[in-house]
């Protein structure tokens, strides 16, 4: 059974592009750019006690997905990007921003211990190899990924798609997060 207020809150998500000159995109932050437009959008509610998703590719479908939304307030991870896309492509919608996950966390626990760490062991492939690797990784932060994985215990999402662009894109780890938009379309899904 859900929270009687959580009952009408709506999540959404935001994937943003620029429009290069020759016509091809690239993924983008910089919402004040004339080129710089929305992807895509994900937004999940719940109905009947389940969670349902929608995924919104195109800037003139995301439109019209906000505007079915209507009053129902929002819940988004990162309220100062969420915002500054839709008051820079979308200025004439007025959406009821509620709940920004990113500053909960914050209050939650300030960012977390920086002195905790995931340790992973990575075992050598080859067997006469006995060396095995250690590398450690900071829990703390206010990333999304680092505060699903040490406030709720989830893994990283993002593992997939950044997979699939390093095996099929050529894209260099670290910098996957500009290059979304290569994703196939269920991937793409998924990952909103």
Not at 131 to 140: F, M
Not at 148 to 160: L, T, V, W
Not at 169 to 192: S, T, V
Request: a negative charge; charged letters at 30%; glycine letters at 6%.
């Amino acid at each position: 059974m859900i929270h009687p207020l959580l009952r009408d809150v709506v999540s959404l998500d935001f994937e943003t592009i620029e429009i290069m000159p020759d016509g091809t995109t690239k993924g983008s932050t910089e919402a004040y750019r004339e080129n710089f437009r929305v992807d895509s959008c994900a937004i999940s509610w719940y109905k009947d006690d389940k969670i349902v998703s929608r995924f919104i590719q195109g800037e003139d479908h995301v439109r019209l997905a906000l505007e079915e939304l209507g009053d129902r307030p929002i819940l988004v991870f990162n309220y100062q990007f969420e915002s500054l896309v839709t008051q820079c492509r979308f200025p004439d919608l007025k959406l009821n921003w509620q709940i920004d996950a990113q500053r909960l966390a914050q209050v939650y626990d300030n960012g977390g211990d920086k002195n905790a760490f995931e340790v992973i062991v990575i075992e050598p492939e080859d067997a006469d190899d006995d060396q095995s690797t250690i590398k450690k990784h900071p829990l703390a932060g206010l990333s999304l990924v680092k505060c699903m994985k040490r406030i709720m215990g989830m893994e990283d999402h993002k593992n997939e798609a950044h997979t699939w662009l390093r095996d099929n894109a050529g894209i260099k780890k670290g910098k996957e997060g500009g290059h979304l938009n290569l994703l196939p379309y269920d991937i793409l899904e998924r990952y909103g």
